[in-house]
């Protein structure tokens, strides 16, 4: 039985610590008990997801030029990879504050712009009329 495995101290078939993934998964309102085997099966499998993005980021990213894995090559897998785009809150590119400031700046301007555009629509529909 695979929760007997993991109980001891004998080597471990799952890097990550099942205390922590039990805490995530008890903060699930419609989590009431965890089953070892399910435990060890979520933590398993997270490892796997885990690997797996950081490889394919690390392929498709610069990660080769640089021989390292960079948080720039995670977001971009995130936005640009289909499979992975469902991370693209969690791993946002990184920009500088004063490009963010000139963004929303930017933005404040165009929707004002668009609001007026609209009422001069209006306008000139109101002057065919």
Request: glycine share 4%; proline share 2%; charged share 35%.
């Amino acid at each position: 039985k695979m929760a007997a495995r993991l109980s001891g101290g004998e080597n471990r078939l799952v890097s990550l610590p099942l205390s922590r993934i039990r805490v995530i998964m008890k903060s699930s309102p419609e989590v009431s008990s965890i089953n070892q085997d399910a435990l060890f099966l979520t933590a398993k499998a997270t490892e796997l997801f885990v690997q797996y993005l950081a490889t394919y980021s690390y392929k498709h990213g610069r990660g080769k030029e640089k021989n390292a894995l960079t948080y720039s090559d995670l977001s971009h897998t995130a936005e640009e990879c289909e499979t992975f785009q469902f991370l693209a809150d969690i791993l946002p590119k990184k920009i500088l504050a004063s490009k963010y400031l000139k963004m929303l700046e930017k933005e404040k301007r165009d929707g004002e712009v668009g609001e007026d555009d609209e009422e001069d629509e209006e306008e000139e529909d109101e002057d065919e009329t």
